[in-house]
């Protein structure tokens, strides 16, 4: 399965493909697209291009795009808003199956926990696809969080639920949950509510030390 994941934005997009194939995970490509100006068309259309070009060149098999849940910045929502329309044209004109997931559900996908710092986004998408550096900036880290979410998704239903998710996020069965009148219970997604606890409360030491060995992407 060739994914190709989407971080929305107007001034910076980020995009990553990757492949799951015989039971190795790699990242076959990925990048931020930048754009600027005034303009809001011109930069749309320079989007659009680029991620025609990227599409072009490592055929994907889907598309997997990280869907705004809410922002007080209105302006940020909007031009994300436009960003993700012109991710879904690209993919509908290929005819790819699209799908969005919740910045927490990557989040637990990738690192265990729906509240990882951006730190620690960035370190689990190197440890789990063996790259020689941390992706740079963090919109093309996220990108490849968004492409690694669909395929534990695609490859895994209901994993995010099992005792290997429990383990990489280093909690177990006490957690705090969301009540139903908090806002936050929603974006937690169908992967289970999102909590505070475990990786996200420990010392970035600590988590460096631990998360990598006992993420569900790792065997033993």
Not at 77 to 96: D, F, H, P, Y
Request: hydrophobic fraction near 40%.
């Amino acid at each position: 399965m060739r994914v190709l994941g989407i971080d929305p934005g107007l001034g910076r997009c980020g995009w990553a493909v990757v492949e799951r194939a015989a039971g190795s995970t790699t990242a076959l490509g990925y990048g931020t697209v930048h754009t600027r100006g005034e303009a809001v068309a011109p930069r749309l259309a320079e989007l659009a291009a680029r991620l025609r070009e990227v599409v072009a060149r490592f055929q994907p098999d889907s598309c997997a795009i990280e869907r705004l849940f809410v922002n007080a910045n209105v302006r940020t929502a909007m031009t994300v808003g436009q960003a993700s329309g012109v991710a879904l044209l690209i993919a509908a004109e290929q005819g790819l199956p699209v799908a969005s997931y919740t910045p927490s559900q990557v989040k637990r996908a990738v690192t265990g926990t729906g509240a990882a710092p951006k730190a620690q986004i960035g370190y689990m998408v190197r440890a789990l696809l063996d790259l020689d550096v941390t992706p740079t900036p963090a919109d093309t880290a996220d990108a490849l969080a968004v492409a690694l979410c669909h395929l534990y998704h695609a490859t895994s239903p209901g994993s995010l639920r099992d005792s290997s998710a429990i383990k990489a996020s280093g909690r177990g069965g006490g957690g705090r949950r969301r009540g139903p009148g908090d806002p936050r219970a929603a974006e937690d997604g169908a992967g289970g509510p999102g909590e505070t606890g475990g990786l996200a409360a420990a010392s970035e030491a600590d988590w460096l030390a631990r998360v990598a060995p006992t993420s569900p992407w790792r065997g033993p």
